[in-house]
Nanobody
């Protein structure tokens, strides 16, 4: 079982940067693929970024590619999402997801955190 807690969300201006963190419990953290999803008001939850168990493979939604970077530190049981060049369209609640063997981008399963609010003002 994995427990996830996101943090780092806040109000930022368009063009700014922000780093989100997801702290995980459990000694088996390094066996899980990790992902970030987001949900804006009135919209479905959508895939943002994913990283495999070792950190050797990463994937991104087209809308954030080149602006966001996902990373993980297995020694600290933590996953990060570095968000640069933020746009108003990035405003959403961001959720951390853990699954095995891979993150299911279209139909995610596994464990979820409570979410952290990111608001980008233009």
């Amino acid at each position: 079982q994995v427990q996830l807690v996101e943090s780092g969300g806040r109000l930022v201006q368009a063009g700014g940067s922000l780093r989100l963190s997801c702290a995980a419990s459990g000694r088996t953290f390094n066996t899980y693929a990790m992902g970030w999803f987001r949900q804006a008001p009135g919209k479905e939850r959508e895939f943002v970024a994913a990283i495999n168990w070792s950190g050797s493979s990463r994937s991104y939604a087209d809308s954030v590619k080149g602006r966001f970077t996902i990373s993980r530190d297995n020694a600290k049981n933590t996953v990060y999402l570095q968000m640069n060049s933020l746009k108003a369209e990035d405003t959403a609640v961001y959720y951390c997801n853990a699954d095995t063997p891979v993150i299911r981008t279209a139909t995610p399963r596994g464990y979820w955190g409570q979410g952290t609010q990111v608001t980008v003002s233009s």
